[in-house]
């Protein structure tokens, strides 16, 4: 290089692939630079496409037919996978619906705590109300969960026992202890806060495992926007004085 010359340097976008001649003039074909994703990472997206489906499925299938009722083979049959792929990502029955369980309860959950953590700072009649509107809002979305729920609650077995252990127990506490922080300050009605609590989750769930008979017998869509913010604001005053 030349003193006082400066190489001016573009960065290229694009590579030429291939040239050739023409009279004399130089024809070159452009490709683009991105090159595709490793074959490891599609492999990747796929299989976690795939569990998606599955545990979609499977919530559809515990929440409507229980435990015993439902199958691996049907899980498989209503994700559009193939059985082996389910007993691939799942290993067994009683791991699906635990995994189910998780994926389902895992972003409530978070939301959940992150509210009873901001609730040191809050009114308590300001963090319960959050938490109904949590619940019900929640029971919308996924009203499958309240099935479930409900169904193991009425019997003795290890699937309950690991609901209580991974998930009901804190939740019970924790609002039930809100409850009574809300009594104290003189702005949730005086009862037994475990009744209130169990009030709470059957006003903002049963309605949406219901739905069909609600819609029925009150010609109203429980799903629909309007229709949610009226329960949520029928449970406020029950709760609240």
């Not at 573009?10 to 074959?39: H, I």
């Not at 997206?45 to 299938?61: F, N, Q, V």
């Not at 009683?94 to 700072?121: C, F, P, R, V």
């Not at 009114?123 to 996924?142: C, Y």
């Amino acid at each position: 290089m030349k003193a006082g010359v400066t190489q001016k340097q573009d960065k290229p976008v694009k590579k030429a692939a291939s040239s050739s001649s023409r009279g004399g003039r130089t024809a070159v074909r452009l490709v683009d630079d991105a090159a595709p994703p490793p074959a490891s990472d599609r492999k990747m997206r796929r299989g976690d496409e795939a569990r998606a489906r599955i545990l979609h499925a499977a919530l559809e299938c515990f929440g409507a037919f229980g435990f015993e009722g439902t199958s691996t083979r049907a899980v498989a049959e209503r994700a559009e996978v193939t059985h082996t792929l389910v007993l691939y990502h799942f290993q067994s029955k009683d791991q699906l619906w635990i995994s189910t369980m998780e994926a389902a309860l895992a972003t409530y959950g978070e939301a959940i705590k992150a509210n009873l953590e901001e609730s040191a700072h809050r009114t308590a009649k300001e963090a319960l109300a959050t938490f109904i509107d949590q619940f019900v809002r929640m029971s919308a979305q996924h009203p499958q969960v309240h099935r479930i729920l409900t169904t193991e609650g009425n019997q003795g077995t290890q699937r309950l026992q690991w609901i209580i252990d991974h998930f009901i127990r804190w939740h019970f506490t924790a609002i039930r202890d809100l409850i009574r922080r809300g009594q104290a300050e003189n702005s949730v009605r005086e009862c037994d806060p475990a009744r209130l609590y169990y009030l709470i989750l059957g006003a903002g769930g049963t309605p949406f495992t219901l739905s069909t008979e609600y819609k029925a017998m009150t010609g109203r869509d429980v799903f629909s926007d309007a229709e949610i913010l009226r329960n949520i604001a029928f449970i406020y005053e029950i709760v609240f004085t």
